[in-house]
């Protein structure tokens, strides 16, 4: 049974860093392309960053481009999500999804079969 762990949210003032560890039991996830996506209160999920699983090409949403970087380390079964120079709009639960399956799409969160149960950032100001 797939399971995503993500850790290392909480509340930081703008212009702070803080790094996500999305954590990945009862796969391999070196061969599963992985994507963080936010959810703010009131707004639709969107999608942050994504990995992918063979060329580990990554993919940023143009609000966090300079800011975040998404990378992955398969010894630790873990994908991390660096976040620097944080704004009060990048406050959200952010969630971590992960997919073994090819895709064109790997910006849209339907095309994930796992996700985490999320972890909060708050960035005040």
């Known amino acids: 049974q797939v399971q995503l762990v993500e850790s290392g949210g909480g509340l930081v003032q703008a212009g702070g860093s803080l790094r996500l560890s999305c954590a990945a039991s009862?796969?391999?996830?070196?061969?599963?392309?992985v994507g963080w996506f936010r959810q703010a209160p009131g707004k639709e999920r969107e999608f942050v960053a994504a990995?992918?699983?063979?060329?580990?090409?990554?993919y940023y949403a143009d609000s966090v481009k300079g800011r975040f970087t998404i990378s992955r380390d398969n010894a630790k079964n873990t994908v991390y999500l660096q976040m620097n120079s944080l704004k009060p709009e990048d406050t959200a639960v952010y969630y971590c999804?992960?997919?073994?399956?090819?895709?064109?799409?790997?910006?849209?969160?339907?095309?994930?079969?796992?996700w985490g149960q999320g972890t909060q950032v708050t960035v005040s100001s």
């Open positions: 990995i992918r699983k063979s060329s580990s090409i990554t």
């Open positions: 999804a992960a997919d073994s399956r090819y895709t064109t799409r790997i910006v849209n969160g339907a095309t994930y079969d796992n």
């Open positions: 009862g796969i391999t996830f070196n061969v599963y392309n």
